[in-house]
């Protein structure tokens, strides 16, 4: 479950704690802590002992995603600090503007000194390469289909996969509009 990161580091900043105080408080590890206030998600557990820690409501804690859309600046962030998580899904939203967000980073480096794009595609490749594996799970396919990048024309076949809608694979039958007689 996504938690309300904001809320939690305000509940603790207001009670002047560390996060260490807050991890010994709630039995929480330090690196969670500081995992979920840097926007991570959270089990169940989790979230309730926080709650009874800050002596809220628990489901103060739970974001709903549909109060707080996702901006373009937002998704350049999830993508640079999940560098290196391949699980989990990614909207095309999020990939979209990720994608932008490398491809003009590669664009003025290039302007600026080839070495520096080398060194910029060397930093940007392993997030690319973790948004474009969530993004396939999304789509309800297998982050393998990124080697697709290195033949020729595959960039093709990647973006559009990797750009299906994410209801395309869900369990449910596809109404078609046509009855039975």
């Known amino acids: 479950m996504k938690i309300n990161s904001n809320l939690v580091k305000k509940l603790r900043i207001e009670r002047k704690w560390s996060q260490e105080l ?12 500081q995992r979920l ?13 926080l709650a009874e820690v800050f002596e809220i ?13 996702m901006t373009p600046r937002d998704a350049v962030e ?9 699980s989990g899904t990614a909207t095309r939203f999020e990939y979209g503007w990720f994608l932008l967000f490398v491809m003009l980073v590669l664009a003025v480096c290039t302007i600026i000194d080839e070495r520096a794009a080398q060194i910029a595609a060397l930093i940007l490749l392993l997030p690319l390469l973790a948004a474009g594996a969530r993004r396939l799970n999304a789509a309800g396919q297998s982050g393998w289909w990124q080697l697709l990048w290195f033949v020729p024309f595959g960039q093709i076949a990647v973006l559009v996969v990797m750009f299906q809608d994410e209801n395309r694979h869900s369990n449910q039958p596809l109404n078609t509009g046509l009855d039975s007689a």
């Open 57 to 69: 409501d628990s489901n103060e804690l739970i974001l709903n995603e549909k109060e707080e859309p």
């Open 37 to 49: 206030e840097n926007g991570g998600s959270a089990s169940l557990d989790s979230i309730r002992v």
């Open 22 to 33: 807050l991890s010994e408080a709630c039995g929480l590890s330090p690196r969670t802590i």
């Open 78 to 86: 999830r993508g640079l600090r999940q560098f290196a998580n391949f």
